[in-house]
């Protein structure tokens, strides 16, 4: 069974630290959900998580599998089998759609990223349909002329294709209508099922009409506050973050 532990994590960019002592896991089959305001730290986690050299870990760690990647290079991050996805992905245009699925595969394969792969690109072009993606953004350079959902169901592929043991996404059901959001939560179910541990950021009950959260926690001000269930989204969608939080704190001064 894989597991990513997040263990007293505390996070510093551009000189200013961000997070402040976070601490979670998410193992296989799960589907644990984050929440949080905006500035709460959410996106900082996912960028530390896939190892982006702009955060700076001041203290604490990231295991897989009880292992630290908390030094190593994005690269061998995801070959061991963490896939992050973004809240506002780049651009690639000089790389086509269909070479970049073709060398994350080889990547995980051991092989050179030019090494012809014709039966992932089937198998992609299947899950893309599945995913309400037209079969031109194969063709394209990779995110020329997405739209926000297009993105969306973009990574979702990936994560589709690659069924690493842990996916990380970043609101994943930001910029989608009621169609693309019930076909993203049926593949993150899918990636659950399938035994990915699938830790994921949302601000919307909504996303729940399509999966299962094994638990939800919220952050606020660089930490998790807080550890509960589905019921925590649908109240913080009730009466919004600050009300909640003000809820919270009566309950815990009785």
Known sequence: MAKLE???LRVAAGGKEILKGVSLTVSSGEVVVLMGPNGSGKSTLFQTIAGNPKYEVLDGDILLDGESIKDLPPEDRFARGVFVGFQSPVAVPEVRF???LQAMLNIRAGKKLTDPNPQALAQAQKIAAELGLKPDVFSRGVGVGFSGGEFKRAEVLQALLLRPKIVVLDEPDSGLDIDGIAAVGKAIMELSASGSGVLLSTHYA?????IKPTRVYVMAEGRVILEGDEGVIKRIEEVGYQN??????????L
């Not at 909504?206 to 399509?210: E, S």
């Not at 909640?244 to 001064?253: G, V």
């Open 98 to 100: 269909a070479f970049m």
């Open 6 to 8: 997040i263990r007293n």
């Open 244 to 253: 909640y939080f003000r809820e919270i704190q009566k309950e815990l001064a």
């Open 206 to 210: 909504r996303v729940l009409r399509f």
